[in-house]
């Protein structure tokens, strides 16, 4: 009703592409929805331009001396918002009383303590952040269940899934025989594979489809993005590995589809445009207006599709491979991927070294004590994940 109050908002990665997209659907919904929290990390300048356009409560960046000088700036600005400071500042705004909903938008294991944050408080959780739920794997659903939180996919394909499903999970499990995740293939579906290793990051991060930030840009050349995307599908829809299916769909027009027990095969559709999937987890389970481009049937070319080929993608299978391995092996794989990444962003590790060092993580880091269950324990994995992937890179550089 009009009486009603707005839904108050805290975005987490606010300067960021799914950040920036969910401001563009708020933009849409001035009557709905209140900005009340924006954070980013290096992009100071776009986040106080954000702030000057929307006027949040709060502000908070990890950084204690750029958040120093944005404060400095806003205040110079007349503006009210208080900006925070450090990676603390993110679960507080995540869990504050006055929140409604938060976007988790913040790419990497780095939105994990957030995420929880947030989960445990009971909100309204968007979740674009993969990685979080990667890493957390059982922790995270606990900790929503515990938390009484509702947590949303943001993610195209599972945001499909989550739209095919019935809308009381207790009946999932009776109506789903399995799922197919559709992918891409990215830039590099149709390069011959044997020279996979000399492509340059600038070409990795041309994705045919969608515009991203970097990180996830380079997981869908690789097609990491898909493998982690089977890992989310697990949790989020309480399905075992082999009941989860990818096919590559270079159209990106079906984001994904739910087999049904009786053979139907429901799928959602629509331009590839992560607005759509923002605005359906902002108005769940009502609908409200996107901004998306409508889909046109009558200039709709072939939608095709095909095997994602091993020897291309090996990196997908390692998804499948860590989920019935022993717990913490995605945590275990993220972290490696998240170096990797990093390092081919920075021309330290050629394309084909991603895959290289992912899978000698998974091979060789084992929870120490077996023990997966507790944050600290994932934290500590996840560091000497890290390492382990940052050793391999420096072998991998000085055979080059
Ligand atoms: P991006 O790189 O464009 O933005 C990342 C945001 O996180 C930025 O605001 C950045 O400032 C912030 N950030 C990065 N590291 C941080 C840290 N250590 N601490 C605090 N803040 C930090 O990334 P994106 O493409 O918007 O992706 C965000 C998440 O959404 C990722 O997990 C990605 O996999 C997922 N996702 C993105 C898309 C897409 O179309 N972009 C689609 C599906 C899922
Ligand atoms: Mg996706």
Known sequence: TSSAR???VCIL???????TSTLDVIALHPDTFEVFALTGQRRVDELF??????????????DAAAANELGARVKAAGIATEVLAGAKALEELASHPDVDQVMAAIVGAAGLPSCLAAARAGKRLLLANKEALVVGGQLFVDAVKQGGATLIPIDSEHSAIFQCLPTDPAAWNDTVDHIILTASGGPFRTRDPATLGDVTPDQACAHPNWVMGRKISVDSATMMNKALEVIEARWLFDLPPERIQVVIH?????????????????????????????????????????????????????LTFEEADAVRFPGLHLS????????????VLNAANEIAVEAFLAGRL????????????????????????????????????????????????EQR
């Open 350 to 397: 050629r394309f084909d070294g991603i895959h290289r060092v992912n899978a000698q993580a998974l091979e060789q880091v084992l929870p120490a004590g077996g023990d997966a269950s507790s944050v600290e324990a994932l934290i500590a994995l996840d560091a000497r994940a890290r390492d382990a992937a940052r050793a391999h890179v420096g072998r991998l550089a």
């Open 49 to 62: 331009a954000q702030i000057v356009r929307w006027r949040p409560r709060f502000a908070a960046v990890p």
């Open 6 to 8: 707005r839904q108050r």
């Open 320 to 331: 499948w491979a860590a989920l019935r391995a022993e717990p913490g092996s995605t945590t």
């Open 250 to 302: 270079p159209q990106s027009i079906i984001h994904s589809m739910v087999v049904a027990r009786d053979g139907a095969v429901l799928a959602q559709l629509g331009t590839p445009d992560m607005k759509g999937p923002i605005a359906f987890g902002m108005s769940w389970p009502a609908r409200m207006d996107s901004g998306c481009e409508p889909l046109d049937f009558m200039k709709m070319k072939a």
């Open 13 to 19: 990665g606010s300067t960021g592409s799914i950040g």
